[in-house]
């Protein structure tokens, strides 16, 4: 039986994107909760995986060559479970696997930062600046947009077949409400969204660590931890 690999994670879009993969590839994985409100994600064994004290992050016991492998980034994460495997979720050639890789790195450049900028502005921020939520409020719905044209003219955002450019998009669309977006008014984007999140690999990832979920108003700590000064002092 091969090695278990190690997830460190939590259960943001961020880590839902490996979640719902790692469910996808059927893969055995043991899950190390990183709690980011609490400031787990800099205590050094963690920085000895990710310089960037983002999660998720993995640990492959039985990497290239048989040899162990750490990798931070969700999107590198993700590219290396599916070539480590040889899933169809990334195409292994010609132009499926660029366009592909185009909309993830969609994702990774834009949605999520996008999408998380607003939510830091309109929920978390101790000031409501009205010029940044009005900034990135316009934006996350300038990104359906473009969501929706792509869907459109195709089943998925790679084109005919499911891929990790689905699975990575998913978890920042999902729960529209709480970005002021109604899915009614992006018809396609519904249909898209509401197909994947009827498979059961996604409904197994999204409950990863689902009951550790932070309830309530942020706390003056966990906004520390996750947007203060602290983060600018690790090492």
Not at 55 to 69: K, V, Y
Not at 206 to 211: D, G, K, M, P, Y
Request: glycine letters at 8%; one cysteine or more.
């Amino acid at each position: 039986m091969p090695a278990t690999l190690r997830l460190h994670t939590w259960p943001t879009p961020n880590g839902h994107k490996v979640h719902i993969l790692l469910e996808e590839l059927g893969l055995p994985y043991e899950v190390v909760p990183v709690n980011i409100g609490a400031g787990e994600q800099f205590r050094p064994e963690f920085l000895a995986i990710t310089p960037n004290h983002r999660i998720p992050a993995i640990e492959d016991p039985e990497g290239p060559d048989g040899q162990p492998l750490a990798l931070f980034e969700s999107a590198a994460i993700m590219i290396y479970l599916c070539e480590k495997t040889g899933s169809a979720l990334l195409p292994a050639s010609g132009a499926a696997r660029h366009i592909c890789l185009q909309w993830l790195m969609f994702q990774m450049g834009g949605v999520g930062p996008m999408f998380g900028q607003y939510n830091h502005f309109a929920a978390y921020a101790p000031e409501k600046i009205p010029y940044a939520i009005t900034r990135y409020s316009n934006e996350v719905q300038r990104l359906h947009r473009v969501l929706e044209k792509r869907l459109a003219e195709a089943e998925y955002l790679g084109g005919d077949a499911y891929t990790i450019a689905d699975i990575a998009t998913f978890p920042w669309v999902r729960n529209p409400d709480r970005r002021g977006i109604d899915l009614a008014h992006f018809p396609n984007v519904k249909r898209w969204h509401d197909a994947i999140a009827a498979r059961p690999a996604v409904q197994r990832g999204v409950q990863v660590l689902a009951e550790r979920q932070r309830q309530g108003q942020i706390t003056d700590k966990e906004r520390e931890n996750m947007f203060g000064a602290t983060q600018f002092q690790a090492r």
